[in-house]
């Protein structure tokens, strides 16, 4: 999935599914002695989601409260097998009455691209809100996703729904660039955009996303930028992209940062992100089995301040998450609390999982 790029170098890790038990050991020293923070619990009954065997993921979630139904609603990656052979992955549905108990699955809600389209090989990492300011009754769930050519690029569409099931790519007359659903391509010296996180305030779109480009000495700069739209389909990044850098957060948990998959709210008074680093040393090679979560808060969306020490880390000593952690996560306020869901991996499975904490701590 793209939030499952090997620490961005373009390596998609649906392939990390199937041989997750090869490669994936948390039995580190820096794990047993890393320090959290923000008072999250682990919810007793995880994993969550599990999804068939033959689906091999459920990870890349997005979660939203939907007053019309009564239920959280969450939108997840999974796999399924392409058309044209090999995996290839795709976006599935669950529904919740808590938040807890998931049920009502599908998948392949949203088709790939056609046959050279820029999302002919995998569609994944969507994010989806509920528009109640849009008119048009056909349009009232939105979606923004990561979309995979052949040559492995990622690139961000934009696809809409009258229910959150059905839904349908932006049409290519509408499209910056003349192609069905993209709305974020490429620009000069990138190499991926990713892992979409919008929502809509005071009447603008506003989107956090992945990004990686390469600079002049050949390494990969990696960090999370950010643009505003006034209709979801258009958008003009901010001049300082990215706005959060690997400079910028803690080498003692992230090294060099590699902040990632970000997932933004707004609380009522200011943005709270949470979002995926690398864990381990800096002069250790990056593994993307290794991930913590981290916490930052923003007035603007652009100046953000964060924890010096991660929300949530990994537990080798759980079952559920035995042999790894993988990036892509999603939060929802529920009610008093605030609900986490994140990916981890046990018996070659990557399955959700949930951690809680009351309002008002980070």
């Given at each position: ?22 490669v ?22 995880n994993?969550?989601l599990?999804?068939p065997?033959?689906?091999a ?13 009564n ?8 796999i399924a097998r392409h058309?044209?052979?090999?995996p290839?992955a ?6 919740s ?7 009502n ?10 046959k050279?389209?820029?999302d002919e ?6 994010h989806?809100?509920l528009?109640r ?6 349009k009232?769930?939105k979606m923004?996703?990561s979309?995979l050519?052949?040559k ?9 729904s ?9 049409p290519p ?6 192609k069905?659903?993209l709305?974020?391509?490429l620009?000069?010296g990138?190499v ?13 779109y ?5 990004m ?7 390494t ?5 930028g ?13 001049p300082?992209?990215?706005?959060i850098?690997?400079s910028d ?17 707004w ?21 993307p089995?290794?991930?913590a979560?981290?916490?930052?808060t ?5 100046s953000?301040?964060?924890l010096?020490l991660?929300?949530l ?22 009610y008093?609390?605030t ?19 009351q309002?008002?701590?980070?």
């Amino acid at each position: 999935m793209s939030r499952f790029i090997n620490h961005r170098n373009c390596v998609c890790l649906i392939f990390f599914a199937l041989v997750i038990a090869a490669v994936c050991s948390l039995a580190v020293p820096l794990l047993a002695q890393l320090q959290v923070a923000g008072g999250w619990v682990r919810y007793e009954k995880n994993p969550v989601l599990v999804v068939p065997s033959e689906r091999a993921v459920a990870a890349d979630p997005t979660v939203i409260f939907d007053p019309s139904q009564n239920r959280y609603r969450m939108w997840f990656g999974h796999i399924a097998r392409h058309p044209r052979g090999g995996p290839s992955a795709r976006i599935g549905y669950a529904d919740s009455p808590d938040g807890l108990r998931w049920e009502n699955l599908r998948f392949e809600v949203v088709p790939i691209g056609g046959k050279m389209a820029w999302d002919e090989r995998h569609v994944e990492a969507p994010h989806v809100i509920l528009d109640r300011e849009e008119r048009d009754p056909n349009k009232r769930y939105k979606m923004w996703y990561s979309g995979l050519t052949g040559k492995r690029t990622y690139r961000i569409g934009y696809a809409t729904s009258p229910d959150g099931l059905a839904w349908r790519k932006l049409p290519p007359n509408q499209s910056p660039y003349q192609k069905e659903g993209l709305v974020l391509d490429l620009q000069q010296g990138e190499v991926a955009v990713s892992d979409p996180s919008v929502l809509k305030r005071d009447g603008t779109y506003h989107l956090w996303f992945t990004m990686m480009k390469a600079k002049a000495d050949g390494t990969l700069e990696r960090g999370i930028g950010y643009a505003t739209s006034s209709d979801g389909a258009g958008w003009a990044r901010h001049p300082k992209n990215p706005v959060i850098s690997g400079s910028d957060w803690d080498a003692r948990w992230g090294a060099e940062g590699w902040p990632g998959a970000p997932y933004v709210l707004w609380n009522g008074r200011f943005y709270e992100m949470w979002y995926n680093a690398g864990l381990y040393p800096i002069q250790t090679k990056a593994d993307p089995a290794k991930q913590a979560i981290g916490y930052a808060t923003s007035e603007d969306g652009v100046s953000w301040r964060k924890l010096n020490l991660p929300i949530l880390a990994p537990q080798a000593s759980r079952p559920s998450e035995s042999q790894a952690w993988v990036p892509g996560i999603a939060v929802v306020y529920n009610y008093s609390r605030t609900f986490l869901y994140y990916p981890a991996v046990a018996k070659d499975q990557v399955s959700l999982h949930l951690a809680i904490k009351q309002r008002g701590n980070p």
